[in-house]
T-cell receptor, first 114, second 115 residues
Framework: AQSVAQPEDQVNVAEGNPLTVKCTYSVSGNPYLFWYVQYPNRGLQFLLKYITGDNLVKGSYGFEAEFNKSQTSFHLKKPSALVSDSALYFCAVRDHTGRRALTFGSGTRLQVQP | DAGVIQSPRHEVTEMGQEVTLRCKPISGHDYLFWYRQTMMRGLELLIYFNNNVPIDDSGMPEDRFSAKMPNASFSTLKIQPSEPRDSAVYFC?????????????FGQGTRLTVV
């Protein structure tokens, strides 16, 4: 069975500082990894994905994530946080088999203070 | 494309009533997913379809829940009878086969309150 762990319920960071939201995963074989963001009363918006290739992937709104196979991690990062980045962030995984459904982590609330 | 469209956005119903949630996936997408989001359990997969055929319904909580996809552009999730513990936000998402286009796109969700 596949699973995702987001160890922090909330991350607080000052505007302009770098941010990291942590994610580790468990899956059989090679993973497909995703980050989504959810703003209040909205659906999940796709940010970025790792399929294969470069371990550092870049996505929307200046976010990037680094795939680390040995540590089974896929941490979300941004060099300089904005107040508007405050939202709920979900990491998700699926494997390379026919099962297409994503398994999500519990979510991390990012709070960026002015 | 307008994205995944869900209706209604909000639904308040009394315990015991039937509730039907609706979803229109993105045109050309052949996978459709229903998820439920609660504070206690986070995002849970209920069921997903491929080419209108249910592939995995192991997440459907019990027989009170049923889902259909009569054609490529429409799906329903029905709860009958509804119970207060069904209160949650229900999301529909769609994706397409092929290449590296594996991400799912989500609708705005339906917030269901059962009183």
């Amino acid at each position: 069975a596949q699973s995702v762990a987001q160890p922090e319920d909330q991350v607080n960071v000052a505007e302009g500082n770098p941010l990291t939201v942590k994610c580790t995963y468990s899956v059989s074989g090679n993973p497909y990894l995703f980050w989504y963001v959810q703003y209040p009363n909205r659906g999940l918006q796709f940010l970025l994905k790792y399929i294969t290739g470069d371990n550092l992937v870049k996505g929307s709104y200046g976010f990037e994530a680094e795939f680390n196979k040995s540590q089974t991690s896929f941490h979300l990062k941004k060099p300089s946080a904005l107040v508007s980045d405050s939202a709920l962030y979900f990491c998700a995984v699926r494997d390379h088999t026919g099962r297409r459904a994503l398994t999500f982590g519990s979510g991390t609330r990012l709070q960026v203070q002015p | 494309d307008a994205g995944v469209i869900q209706s209604p956005r909000h639904e308040v119903t009394e315990m015991g009533q039937e509730v039907t949630l609706r979803c229109k996936p993105i045109s050309g997408h052949d996978y459709l997913f229903w998820y439920r989001q609660t504070m206690m359990r986070g995002l849970e997969l209920l069921i997903y379809f491929n080419n209108n055929v249910p592939i995995d319904d192991s997440g459907m909580p019990e027989d009170r829940f049923s889902a259909k996809m009569p054609n490529a552009s429409f799906s329903t999730l029905k709860i009958q009878p509804s119970e207060p513990r069904d209160s949650a936000v229900y999301f529909c998402a769609s994706s397409r086969t092929g290449g590296q286009n594996t991400e799912a796109f989500f609708g705005q969700g339906t917030r269901l309150t059962v009183v």
